[in-house]
């Protein structure tokens, strides 16, 4: 009880009352303390269940007055019985908060956020999250759980598909487009709708990449390196936060004061509202930090907001109140930065407004809309290697396309597109034989499972059936793909994992392909014809016999309802690949957690191979496998030596920093000109590189393009031991290059 009362000194101190327009005013001021409860609670009649309870007894509830808001419906008619419950049937008629995880698209699918960060287009990411909220809005939704900027270095988490990545500056500028996407400039905007930025925090870090497992890391790291895309979010105006399901520092997330008070609401200024995720609050008392009571006092008493689906608040809030744990004037500052959102979204004038159902026949799913996702696709798609030029394929020909994901549409969306449609997805099949046409004759075989294991399978298709088994044995699998491959003058494999083998809950400790899998591309192989690996994947896998096998590596993610056409368009090279990796891919699952921006140690290892007392493994490199920020193209691009304007910057002067950079190919195609810069001598040791500002371009052939960055000390700002944010004076290392490892390097000084 002590840390109740402390919590309880700090509430008082906290002054701001959230401020409501008249009209909310007044009906604010007609709330009983049980009303004002109900407002904090969030549930969902099951559309979206992402743990072991569904919300019971929904309309009773939303009747009496006990419900905020409600997530997992989407669709005019089921929203809107929902609301009119709220409104026509509750005392003061407040309506309803319809949330969703509207994640990478809301119908129309894009590719999963690992995906569409490969594109490093920051106006592309934004017209996604712009054209999810048109369509989610037409669909009677108003907030949806996204953005997701977990950092994770962690291929094994399953949600590091989720995510943009490993690095804190790119993951920052996704943050931020995103946050703009949904929200646009104008919350009344009906075709906007209210951000979530989630799960603060340092949910992708959990220790051995098990989801929900222990996070612990350092302040200084996690102020510099996992904080800064929360922040970007916030900074950008997102309406609302989401706790994460981790402890940090032995402390719940959705009970620590440290994230929320001081960190968010002090250190930030946030003022909009902070929901739990599912059940977090009730989990507490898994975590071993108090019962049910306790645990929702402690979250409330650390600014929590709302509570999703667990109804801790709902059901001891009042009591805590007479008990002395919470205050009343907390119970009415969360009540009031809920009304405050949906006053923002404008449902005290028109609770109906986001139900548009001329809108979502004309809009959702639309020609225009399918075109834009099969930009997208393509777009985020990482050329891995393509030796020889074997891509692009000529529309000539016989080609056998082989494997377990060409014709698979339940796995073409991946994972979190809870309102995607399958069978409006297009396969990699059907994509080749329309891109290909006339000129080329199609061969299939399926070739094998994506997994043999039943009793995998049955973990992996808790959603749906994604791992179908085959009634046909393995040896026959693998026979017809044999045959139809040794008819063909290429092969096309199309293998990897089933959309949900990554995503919430879908922690692997093997991030190699499945070994049937493996062993239909070993068999393939021993024909001799040229293979091309299309590879459908949520994480970064571990793919070194492939690497040095295939002629050509493909990543594909999961490009969402257009994938299969935007496959056909890069393989066919209607389409230039332009994507580059945002997470490192391992040589082994051995060198996890795995990122660019390591540290050097005292004992660095200067070659590929190792040497004695230093830091490196007897049995594998240090280096990835294809490191953060590499992607090829189908050209080539030669940059120029570098230019600096000059070598010394200051608080007052800064520093340009030019290169040029030609496509030397004959195709037109994008280039991400990529600056990293390390503090070489600092108060703490600093990362040998860091990315702080990026450039994508697009070139004709033979085309130069002069690419310029500015280095100033802002740029150059870290926290330090204790944890101010400041820059050191001293030696700065400028690199410039296609990625984080092929890099030119000059010296640079910020002079005091
Ligand atoms: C749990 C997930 O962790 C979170 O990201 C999601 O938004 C909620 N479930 C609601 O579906």
Known sequence: MKHILYLLFFTSILSAQTTLSPKVEAIYQQMTIDEKIGQLNLITPGGTVTGEVVSKNVNEKMKNGQVGGIFGIRGAKKVRQAQQIAVDSSRLGIPLIIGMDVIHGHQTIFPIPLGLSCTWNMDLIEKTARQAAREATADGLMWTFSPMVDISRDPRWGRISEGNGEDPYLGSQIAKAMVRGYQGDDFTDPTTMLACVKHFALYGAAEGGRDYNTVDMSKVRMYNEYLPPYKAAIDAGVASVMTSFNVLDYVPASGS???????????WGFDGFVVTDYTAINEMIEHGVGNLQTVSATALNVDIDMDMVGEGFLMTLKESLEDGFVTESDINEACRRILKAKELLGLFEDPYRYFDEERASKEILSDEFRAFAREVAAESFVLLKNEDDI??????????VIGPLADSRRNMLGTWSVS???????????????????????L????SNISDDPEFARKVNAFGPEIVIDERSSAILLEEALIVANQADVIVAVVGEAADMSGESSSMANIGLQPEQLELLKALEKTGKPIIMVLYNGRPMTLNWESENMDAILDVWFGGTEGGNAVADVLFGDKVPGGRLTTSFPFHVGQIPIYYSMLNTGRPNFGETAQKFRSNYLDIPNQPLYPFGYGLSYATFDYSPMVLSDTLFSNTSDIKVNVNVKNTGDREATEVVQ????DVVASISRPMKELKGFQ?????PGEEKQVEFTIDQSMVEFYNVDLEKVSEPGLFEVMIGPDSQRLERRNAILKK
């Not at 600056?675 to 390390?678: G, I, Q």
């Open 257 to 267: 004061k440290f994230l929320f008070r001081d960190v968010l609401r002090d250190e």
């Open 391 to 400: 891509l692009p394929l000529e529309k000539t020909g016989k080609i056998a």
């Open 420 to 442: 995607g449609d399958h069978s409006k997805a297009v396969t990699v099949i059907e994509g080749i034989r329309e891109v290909a046409g006339e000129g080329v004759e199609i």
């Open 444 to 447: 299939y075989a399926k070739g």
């Open 675 to 678: 600056l990293y810069v390390r």
């Open 696 to 700: 994508k371009i697009r070139l004709a």
